[in-house]
């Protein structure tokens, strides 16, 4: 006797999901590590990079690692390194001492470019063939999750 192919119910379904982002992130990660490696960069440092280059003000140190979803000592690695090629500073803040702020040294914005094709070019390559529609679902089903966290 033949069985058939098992659908997954809703529990199944929910439980699985997870999974499967971490998988993803894991693979996207991976992946994007491997496009940035010429660049003398890692999708760690990428993801640092990225929220500084969007963002309008320079962000204490704690607002990029929240950011970003690192841990503060993860992060003060990361800065080090950054640093060290240039690519950003730390400042004192103005009003307190204490606190560091992150900003992009010029460097950075020259060859921020270059990282920022790196990873639109990998995320053309993963959603083609997918559809604009399934894209859109899948963003706000994200979204929805996120929020819940």
């Known amino acids: ?17 997870p ?10 990660r991976s992946r994007l590590d491997e496009r940035l490696r010429p660049l ?32 503060g000592p993860t992060l003060v690695r990361l800065l080090d390194r950054l640093e060290q090629h240039g690519i950003a500073r730390r400042v004192s803040d103005p009003r307190d001492r204490r606190i560091k702020r992150v900003e992009l040294a010029e460097q950075a914005r020259q060859n921020w470019d270059a990282s920022l094709k ?13 559809s604009p529609k399934d894209l859109e679902t899948t963003r706000t089903v994200l979204r929805t999750m996120l929020e819940r966290l």
């Not at 033949?2 to 999901?17: D, H, K, T, Y």
């Not at 999974?19 to 996207?28: E, G, M, P, T």
């Open 19 to 28: 999974i499967a982002l971490n998988d993803v992130a894991r693979a996207w």
């Open 118 to 130: 790196a990873g639109l070019e990998l995320s053309s390559e993963l959603t083609r063939g997918i």
């Open 40 to 71: 003398g960069l890692s999708s760690a440092m990428w993801a640092v990079i990225r929220r500084l280059a969007t963002g309008q003000a320079a962000l204490t140190q704690r607002e990029l690692a929240e950011a970003v979803g690192i841990e």
């Open 1 to 17: 006797m033949e069985s058939s192919p098992s659908v997954a119910g809703p529990e199944q379904a929910s439980e699985s999901l």
